[in-house]
């Protein structure tokens, strides 16, 4: 595993313990060059993913943005970086288990808001805004009203 500090490839696990309710493996590193420690996780990969994006263009699917993306929705909410983890891997598990290797970002960002939508309203709506490109506060009342948030 190569150092995110100094890209040494001389790293050593210092610790390895289930996470994720044991769909993944946390391993906390060492880097024998700088020092440094670090934390990576192991997932099984059941196939790859291709995300179609609106344009028609095609790449390949990112765990990692999934995640950044939803760590903004619920960035200073009430739940662990744990919860928000095995939110993502549901996610992508519902994904690789639909049997298909092209996925529309469409059908990604409705899993999403699904899954917020039961877990926190607050993060739904800032996640609701990014997706559906709210550009003024009517945007926002329109939605909260349409979803019954308010209540």
């Known amino acids: 595993m190569r150092c995110p500090f100094c890209s ?16 993944a493996i946390r391993r906390r590193r060492q880097c024998l060059s700088c020092g440094q420690r670090f934390t990576t996780f192991e997932r099984v990969q059941l196939r790859n993913l291709t ?21 903004v929705a619920m960035q200073k909410r009430p739940m662990e ?30 899993m999403v808001m699904e899954a917020l939508a039961n877990l926190d309203p607050v993060a739904y709506v800032r996640y609701a805004s990014v997706y ?20």
Do not use: M, N, Y
């Open 51 to 71: 995300v179609v994006k609106r344009s028609g263009r095609r790449v390949r699917f990112d765990r990692e943005k999934l995640l950044r993306s939803v760590l």
């Open 81 to 110: 970086r744990e919860q928000i983890e095995q939110l993502v891997s549901s996610i992508v598990r519902r994904l690789e288990g639909e049997g298909e290797a092209d996925i529309t970002s469409v059908r990604i960002g409705e």
């Open 132 to 151: 559906r490109d709210f550009t003024e506060t009517r945007d926002f009342a329109r939605f909260i009203a349409e979803e019954k948030l308010d209540e």
């Open 8 to 23: 040494s490839e001389d790293t050593q696990v210092k610790d390895s313990r289930p996470a994720e309710e044991g769909a």
